[in-house]
């Protein structure tokens, strides 16, 4: 049972960007210190300073990660085959300089791509709108589709024109099947308005690791961005994958949420564990998983702006987290990385919270919330108002936390008895802007190095993905005729049936 009762505990951090309140954790500083004492191993700052110097090892992929040297403007621009082409394609597309190959200028950016090459993307897109510079001379739509299933692009394609349209192919790799098939069908809608040549030649814009899979494809070296095969997937917002982001709010912009995040790395790099937000989320997360046995965090962001955090922090700590094997293909037989789920909080409220205040379940949660807001766009009728929403937001998330936390007794009334005592954390800024959310992006992923650190695992790599990706491709070779192979019942009924 969780000791909720001195509720006068208030532990919070503060840093410049980015506030930790974790008073509702139930933890003392001494409990917390005895944990780190006990789980942090003794190489932890060596690990540390090798994953910031872009030097700590990826043993199972043989390579290094190296994501942090992306925080930089400079070593995204440098990724561009050397050339400043990130900087010149977000110039020219956003001013309305970048025509198709029929002379019409572009409108339209779709980005195909899945995974890491998404959700960041996507998130950043979504959640820093508004700090779009003003240096753009047309409105540039940007759109997102990843589903292999194509679901996405048949509500897209009817509203565009391939003439004023650029789709940006993010794949690390350049070789995932959900991306190529939906590349596929573009190819398949262009005509009669662009043949396939016209297409490559100026309405396709390639990111990837692999420049030679882009060079086969067919687009033309200025069209192309790569990045380092030691960026991670779910880690490569910062670098050319996070063009989408760029084309929404700009080069320079984009370079200030990186500054956020490298100021992240500053504070995770020195300060003590009892002032450090990542350290501190990783040992909580520890304590949480480990002593109180609670298998899932939800992510509740309260500003419609981050609606897209918490799939993104399901891929990243997720994918990372999710293993039982150590570093050395040793079992590991104790639990690791949670399930990570949630919602944006405000609609939570409407949806899941009945069962989170009254349910049965354990779980842990982290409200993000954003304290203020300037609007600076609309006129000051609509800023007062979309103030006082801020306002009205953030006393829903402080309620629902503290009743999360306290509960509430009603002898004999057991409709109106909440059991509190589910942990959560707070995670504020003053405002969300490009530093902010690039601090709180960096955070999250150091917490899951921590944490991983911790687990003795590695949280680079992602086996368990690969195996399914290879059972599939038997069954589709089954479905299209080209093998026999005979599956369970369930599976073969299915086949037929298709
Ligand atoms: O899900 C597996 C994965 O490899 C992710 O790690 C990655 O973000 C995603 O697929 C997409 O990969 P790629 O960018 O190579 O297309």
Redesign the pocket.
Same mark, same amino acid.
């Given at each position: 049972m969780v000791n909720n009762s001195p509720a006068n505990n208030f532990y919070c951090i503060e840093t410049d960007l980015l506030n930790l309140d974790f008073s509702f954790q139930g933890l003392t500083q001494k409990q917390l210190n005895e944990l780190a004492e006990r789980r942090l191993p003794e190489n932890f700052e060596l690990l540390r300073k090798e994953l910031l110097a872009g030097e700590f090892d990826n043993k199972t992929e043989g390579r290094k990660v190296s994501h942090c040297l992306n925080r930089s403007i400079h070593n995204v621009v440098k990724a561009g085959n050397g050339k400043n082409r990130f900087t010149e394609i977000v110039r020219e597309l956003r001013s309305g300089q970048w025509l198709g190959t029929t002379g019409k200028v572009i409108t339209d950016v779709v980005n195909i !791509? /899945? =995974? !890491? *090459?998404?959700?960041g993307p996507m998130m950043g897109s979504f959640a820093l709108k508004e700090f779009a510079d003003d240096n753009s001379l047309h409105t540039l739509h940007t759109h997102f589709v990843s589903s292999m299933d194509g679901g996405q692009l048949y509500a897209v394609l009817p509203i565009l024109n391939p003439e004023t349209t650029v789709f940006i192919i #993010?794949?690390?790799?350049? !070789? &995932?099947i959900? &991306?190529l098939a939906n590349v596929n069908t573009v190819k398949a809608w262009l005509e009669p308005k662009l043949t396939e040549h016209q297409w490559l030649e100026r309405h396709v814009i390639g990111v *990837? #690791?692999n420049s030679q899979g882009m060079t086969d494809f067919g687009i033309p070296p200025a069209q192309q961005l790569s990045f380092a095969d030691s960026v =991670? =997937?779910?880690y *490569?917002l910062w670098s050319a994958?996070g063009l989408p982001i760029a084309l929404t709010i700009g080069a320079n912009q984009f370079s200030k949420m990186l500054e956020g995040a490298k100021a992240m790395d500053d504070h995770f790099s020195k300060a003590p564990f009892l002032e450090n937000i990542p350290m501190l989320l990783a040992l909580i997360g520890i304590y949480n998983r480990e002593v109180r046995g609670i298998n899932n965090l939800a992510i509740l962001p309260y500003d419609g702006r981050l609606r897209y955090l918490p799939s993104y922090m399901q $891929?990243l700590d997720m +994918?990372s987290n999710g293993k039982q094997a150590t570093h050395d293909n040793q079992p590991l037989n104790a639990p690791t990385g949670p399930i990570i789920w949630g919602g944006y909080g405000p609609n939570g409220q409407h949806a899941f919270f009945q069962h989170l205040h009254q349910g049965w379940d354990h779980f842990t949660a982290d409200f993000i919330a954003v304290l203020h807001r300037q609007a600076p766009n609309f006129s000051s009728d609509v800023q007062r108002a979309l103030r006082e929403q801020q306002r009205l937001s953030v006393s829903n998330c402080l309620a629902h936390r503290k009743l999360m936390w306290e509960g509430a007794q009603s002898s004999g009334d057991p409709r109106n008895a909440y059991i509190g005592g589910h942990p959560t954390n707070l995670l504020y800024v003053d405002e969300l802007t490009p530093q902010s959310f690039g601090a709180l992006i960096a955070a999250y992923e150091h917490k899951v190095f921590t944490q991983g650190v911790i687990w003795g695992i590695n949280s680079f790599d $992602?086996p368990g /993905? +690969?195996k399914g990706?290879k059972c599939a491709v038997d069954i589709l070779d089954v479905i299209d005729g080209n093998r026999s192979m005979v599956f369970d019942p369930s599976t073969n009924n299915i086949i037929k049936r298709m």
């Open positions: !791509g /899945v =995974g !890491g *090459s998404d959700l #993010a794949s690390k790799s350049f !070789g &995932t959900d &991306t *990837s #690791a =991670g =997937g779910r *490569s994958i $891929q +994918e $992602q /993905v +690969e990706k």
